[in-house]
């Protein structure tokens, strides 16, 4: 079905800045880069995915069972996106907050053209239909001209909920927690800016330099992009194994070594902080059993520190075993949405933050990634990003924090602002 060379390549990162900007000439593109950041888990440096030849596009109506017959028709890679509000397929809930971005709850493609970087190495694959045209694709990027970008005119961006009201709405939150309602919850609120014209590619190379994170992406279709600087996997499946690695509990760098280590230290002793990230912790657990072998689902690290350029950030890593047979659609139906941008329960606290917020979420805390052909699949949580409607000339980012019962309304509107710091510095060039 593919045709399947690899080439040698020089410089890397040169090679992928050709790619990102070569792709641009497509309406469907995903490019996938881990920054060179090395977990267990890692396995390609970079992917590049383009041009559809079949792609699914829906809202939330039945779309599991969209997307379940569309990989197993298939049988390929697929590249995509699930968006929160999926999270009406599975329960019985509503998106009815403001939505100035009008993007399909949910997309897939089947491309005729992927490349796989790893280190020295870029592995082409071509839909035969089209494969003789990789020889000269691969030459053209390799002489492709980066091109030179001046900064873009700075942004005025304004605020969904204002200071007051957002810490409003949290002391509501913390009424349903001290009722028992939930035991936390994600709540998130909206940065926006409309009439605006943005190069969607600087941008992103922007944001990517200053976070440098794990699971970026540049998402294209269309006029609809995704520029995201995300630091976390929602989840990945490697044969029978599944893994889950929920972030929860943040705290700011800081230029001064000293400063920066105690900082990093105060994050790993924190009690809330800890709290927030074992109740996730549970509550992934819990999404993974129903489709687990029994007593397979193990926490492999819990509440670990890692340090990014702009935040040190708390991650834990939840493993499960799967028979063969298992649905990977299945999988990722009965984790979905991901419990470190919802809280527990899990559908209680959706009700509450649907109450609360004002911005439908869309693709923000959705998730974007990759099936493979043998139906393996890895996928990122959508956070530290920015989405733009080419056509409608909107742009939103969104932020976040999880509310418990220790939280402090005020600590936590400054959490969202240290969150929004990367989106700020690129789009207000400071």
């Excluded at 970008?149 to 709405?169: L, M, V």
């Excluded at 693709?363 to 974007?368: D, P, Q, R, T």
């Amino acid at each position: 079905m593919r045709t399947v060379v690899k080439k040698g390549i020089q410089n890397p990162e040169k090679f992928k800045q050709q790619l990102l900007n070569w792709s641009n000439q497509f309406r469907e593109v995903v490019f996938l880069d881990s920054n060179d950041y090395r977990n267990n888990y890692s396995e390609y440096d970079c992917v590049l995915a383009v041009e559809a030849f079949t792609l699914l596009k829906t809202d939330y109506h039945n779309a599991f069972d969209d997307l379940y017959q569309y990989q197993s028709t298939t049988q390929d890679w697929l590249f995509g996106y699930l968006s929160y509000d999926l999270k009406n397929d599975i329960e019985h809930l509503k998106s009815n907050n403001f939505d100035g971005l009008d993007f399909p709850d949910l997309f897939f493609f089947q491309p005729k053209k992927l490349f796989l970087l790893k280190e020295n190495q870029v592995e082409i694959q071509y839909l035969r239909m089209c494969d003789d045209e990789l020889e000269y694709d691969f030459d053209k990027i390799s002489n492709y001209a980066l091109m030179e970008f001046s900064k873009a005119e700075s942004i005025q961006i304004k605020q969904r909920i204002p200071k007051e009201n957002y810490i409003k709405k949290v002391e509501k939150m913390l009424g349903h927690i001290n009722r028992g309602d939930i035991y936390e919850a994600n709540f998130c609120m909206e940065f926006y800016a409309d009439d605006v014209t943005i190069n969607p590619t600087v941008v992103y190379e922007d944001l990517n330099k200053i976070s440098s994170p794990p699971f970026a992406v540049y998402f294209k279709n269309n006029k609809q992009y995704l520029l995201s600087a995300s630091p976390e996997r929602y989840l990945r499946k490697e044969d029978t194994k599944i893994i889950s690695q929920p972030i929860k509990g943040t705290a700011k760098r800081s230029t001064d070594r000293v400063e920066d280590e105690k900082l990093k230290e105060r994050l790993s002793s924190n009690e809330k902080e800890r709290s927030e990230n074992i109740m996730i912790v549970d509550l992934v657990r819990n999404d993974l059993s129903h489709t687990a072998t029994k007593g397979s689902v193990q926490v492999e690290e819990l509440c670990g520190i890692y340090t990014f350029k702009q935040v040190h950030q708390m991650i834990s890593t939840v493993v499960s075993t799967v028979e063969n047979t298992t649905s990977p659609i299945e999988i990722l139906r009965t984790t979905f949405p991901m419990g470190s941008m919802t809280g527990a329960p899990k559908i209680s606290a959706m009700k509450i933050i649907e109450a609360l917020e004002e911005t439908k979420r869309g693709l923000y805390s959705g998730a974007v990634g990759y099936f493979k052909p043998n139906g393996d699949f890895d996928f990122n949580v959508v956070i530290r990003s920015i989405l733009y409607n080419a056509e409608q000339h909107y742009l939103s980012f969104s932020v976040g924090s999880a509310i418990t019962s220790k939280s402090i309304p005020e600590q936590e509107f400054e959490e969202c602002l240290v969150k929004a710091r990367a989106m700020f510095e690129v789009l207000q060039n400071k």
